[in-house]
């Protein structure tokens, strides 16, 4: 608040006689009252510059708080909105989350009736696989007895015709040899597995013919008197065998072997014969050879 500045007193001294107090009394007088206006001047305008600084800082804090007002009511909408904008995507995971489960229990529910329909056909198809293997190996007992039975046949029948074979002596190394005259004896001498054999059928020709690994040329061939003529050529040598019979053993040494190799006649026709050829297993070489 504002206050009047009291007036200057003058104090008027009492009349005296004329010396030189008197002047400068008033001067001090003067110099007072001008002090005083002075003092009152500037106490008025600082006052002034006062109500003015006072009214700009009131008038700049009401500014500010204003605009503090405004950005935080912004600052709150702002907060607000971030606020339902994380309640609203909380609220969809949630339902998405929900959602999810009960797909899961759906697929895991699916999964578990498939394992089980699989697991029924498994057992299903083990039950019967099972049962067909049971069934072959029935079968197979059966057709084993069989085969044992027809092995121990052929077994008695095979010693029956070896018991019933040929028997010739070799005309180079006297050794008695078994001669097949047919196909089922040939057979049987294969079973025993001491040679091997090759069978032929040679027609009367100029070009001999390989059996083994020897050549063999029909030279003659009388059907009617079941004999015939060949010329065998064996590690560049050849030699003549005239008039064979059937189921004769003609015998030849070659570079291979030991023992002798053995040609049999079965059959003599026109111009053709039919035998084999006997050879020995080991293919070791004669000595001096």
Do not use: C
């Not at 003058?10 to 009394?25: D, E, M, Q, R, S």
């Not at 054999?197 to 030279?219: C, H």
């Amino acid at each position: 608040m504002s206050s009047t500045p009291q007036q200057p007193t003058y104090i008027i001294p009492p009349p005296a006689g004329a010396n030189w107090k008197t002047p400068v009394l008033i001067g001090v007088i003067a110099l007072l009252a001008a002090a005083n206006i002075f003092l009152y001047v500037q106490l008025d305008r600082l006052k002034t510059d006062n109500r003015a600084e006072f009214a700009k800082l009131s008038t700049d804090l009401n500014g500010a708080i204003e605009k503090m007002r405004i950005d935080s009511s912004e600052e709150v909408q702002r907060s607000k909105r971030s606020v339902e904008d994380l309640q609203k995507r909380l609220a969809q995971q949630r339902r998405a989350a929900e959602l999810a489960v009960g797909q899961a229990k759906v697929d895991a529910q699916q999964k578990v009736e498939q394992l089980q329909q699989r697991v029924s056909q498994e057992q299903a198809a083990q039950q019967a696989a099972i049962t067909q293997v049971k069934q072959t190996a029935d079968t197979a007992t059966q057709q084993i007895s069989t085969v044992s039975s027809d092995l121990g046949n052929t077994k008695t029948q095979l010693d029956q015709t070896i018991a019933n074979l040929k028997h010739a002596t070799g005309e180079l190394d006297n050794h008695t040899s078994l001669i097949a005259t047919n196909g089922k004896e040939l057979q049987a001498l294969r079973e025993l597995g001491e040679r091997n054999y090759s069978e032929f059928t040679i027609t009367k020709s100029k070009q001999a013919t390989r059996v083994g690994d020897v050549m063999v040329l029909l030279k003659k061939a009388d059907a009617k008197h079941n004999r015939f003529t060949i010329a065998i050529t064996v590690d560049d040598k050849t030699v003549e065998k005239k008039d064979r019979s059937l189921n004769e053993p003609i015998q030849f040494y070659t570079s291979k072997a030991r023992q002798p190799d053995e040609i049999v006649v079965n059959s003599v026709s026109k111009d053709k014969i039919v035998g084999y050829l006997a050879t020995p297993k080991v293919q070791n070489s004669r000595a001096g050879s």
